[in-house]
T-cell receptor, first 113, second 115 residues
Framework: GNSVTQMEGPVTLSEEAFLTINCTYT??????LFWYVQYPGEGLQLLLK?????DKGSNKGFEATYRKETTSFHLEKGSVQVSDSAVYFC????????????FGTGTRLQVTL | DTEVTQTPKHLVMGMTNKKSLKCEQH?????MYWYKQKAKKPPELMFV???????INESVPSRFSPECPNSSLLNLHLHALQPEDSALYLC??????????????FGPGTRLTVL
């Protein structure tokens, strides 16, 4: 079956630090990969996505590259801000699964001044 | 525009009440979803509608009853809920191009408390 593994949080960084949140997946075929962000008290927002191997998704300074050889989709940002404090979910959707999203457990990011 | 709206934002209900959650999208999406999210957990899929027909029910108790009146609207009718049903209920929508890898866009959620 499909599964997503994310690094355990919380991750605590100072403002302007470099961020990496690791995400690896297990899936047959050609899944699409996503990062969603959830700010406190809110719903999920799509942060970025990649639909095929070697695609790079990017948005708001965040990037992630679809690496089929390592089955990974790590999230990176060069300089985090306090406003980036949120929970980040890595997820995949695979062909033949009726668009059912498989989520990782989520990683809480706390950015301090 | 990738907006999914949900009402109400907050809902408090007793175990004998009947209430409904509403979700709306105007992106022309033909698949709509209900998720339940408990604190510090990822969302769990409850129901999927595809072209206004229920296509997936993830063994959800019958006290939750979904309805899709048209392609833009999705309701979740609630009756005789239990305190453990308290959670954030999220609606999502996506195109339904048939190969199953469409992007889902989420609404802001309804925070439900069952007393």
């Amino acid at each position: 079956g499909n599964s997503v593994t994310q690094m355990e949080g919380p991750v605590t960084l100072s403002e302007e630090a470099f961020l990496t949140i690791n995400c690896t997946y297990t899936a047959t075929g050609y899944p699409s990969l996503f990062w969603y962000v959830q700010y406190p008290g809110e719903g999920l927002q799509l942060l970025l996505k990649a639909t095929k191997a070697d695609d790079k998704g990017s948005n708001k300074g965040f990037e992630a590259t679809y690496r089929k050889e390592t089955t990974s989709f790590h999230l990176e940002k060069g300089s985090v801000q306090v406003s980036d404090s949120a929970v980040y979910f890595c997820a995949l959707v695979n062909t033949g699964t009726a668009s059912k999203l498989t989520f990782g457990t989520g990683t809480r990011l706390q950015v301090t001044l | 525009d990738t907006e999914v709206t949900q009402t109400p934002k907050h809902l408090v209900m007793g175990m004998t009440n009947k209430k409904s959650l509403k979700c709306e999208q105007h992106m022309g999406h033909r698949a709509m979803y209900w998720y339940k999210q408990k604190a510090k957990k990822p969302p769990e899929l409850m129901f999927v509608y595809s072209y206004e027909k229920l296509s997936i029910n993830e063994s959800v108790p019958s006290r939750f009853s979904p309805e899709c009146p048209n392609s833009s609207l999705l309701n979740l009718h609630l009756h005789a809920l239990q305190p453990e049903d308290s959670a954030l209920y999220l609606c999502a929508s996506s195109q339904d191009r048939g190969w199953g890898t469409d992007t889902q866009y989420f609404g802001p959620g309804t925070r439900l408390t069952v007393l």
